[in-house]
Antibody, heavy 122, light 108 residues
Framework: QVQLQESGPGLVKPSQTLSLTCTVS??????????WTWIRQNPGKGLEWIGY???????HYNPSLKSRVMISLDTSASQISLNLRSVTAADTAVYFC??????????????WGQGTMVTVSS | DIQMTQSPSSLSASVGDRVTITCQAS??????LNWYQHKPGKAPKLLIH???NLEAGVPSRFSGGGSGTLFTLTINSLQPEDIATYYC??????????FGGGTKLEIK
């Protein structure tokens, strides 16, 4: 069974780059037609889709973040990375990685990591 | 962006009640609508994909319906473990994918 685990610094200074990693275990990133996704939840707010990547390298980003975000994957290490540049306090959130349901349930996120809290503060 | 408006934003109901949450899209999204359950400190859980397809292991008291711009999530016979915040999510061809604002469900 595929499992996801986010990791990275819990505190980032304003204007710096937020970098997170999601490690995939229990399955291959290359099998199936899956999109590997980052979603965040600002404190007290709802869920916001950041973007996703297919194992082929195809990426799609939320236009509101597109100028600052990059998602990449390392299939040999079974990891998906998120880089968000020039962060502000508005980027303080719990960051989740997730996987969609592939051909059976495209764009329905059926596997999630536990999430990691990132605070932007000096 | 396609805006997803959920109502109510919070709801208090008794064990055994039937509960309905509504999600309205700002434009026609056909049947590209999913529902999630989110408990504090946990990962969101996919309940239903494509309007009405129940995920494996999700109790049959959960059901989804609707089409076009108006969708519902119904919980028949509310149980204490159903206390959570529920989100709808659309994935029409127009990015970004967007979520509703959430409905916080509490027990009376």
């Amino acid at each position: 069974q595929v499992q996801l685990q986010e990791s990275g610094p819990g505190l980032v200074k304003p204007s710096q780059t937020l970098s997170l990693t999601c490690t995939v275990s229990g399955g291959s990133m290359k099998s199936g037609n899956f999109y590997w996704t980052w979603i965040r939840q600002n404190p007290g707010k709802g869920l916001e889709w950041i973007g996703y990547i297919h194992w082929s390298g195809e990426t799609h980003y939320n236009p509101s973040l597109k100028s600052r975000v990059m998602i990449s994957l390392d299939t040999s290490a079974s990891q998906i990375s998120l880089n968000l540049r020039s962060v502000t306090a508005a980027d303080t959130a719990v960051y989740f990685c997730a996987r969609d349901g592939g051909s059976v349930a495209p764009n329905a996120f059926d596997i999630w990591g536990q999430g990691t809290m990132v605070t932007v503060s000096s | 962006d396609i805006q997803m408006t959920q109502s109510p934003s919070s709801l208090s109901a008794s064990v055994g009640d039937r509960v309905t949450i509504t999600c309205q899209a700002s434009q026609d999204i056909t049947n590209y609508l999913n529902w999630y359950q989110h408990k504090p400190g946990k990962a969101p859980k996919l309940l239903i994909h494509d309007v009405s397809n129940l995920e494996a292991g999700v109790p049959s008291r959960f059901s989804g319906g609707g089409s076009g711009t108006l969708f519902t999530l119904t919980i028949n016979s509310l149980q204490p473990e159903d206390i959570a915040t529920y989100y709808c999510q659309q994935y029409d061809n127009i990015l970004p994918l967007t979520f509703g604002g959430g409905t916080k469900l509490e027990i009376k």
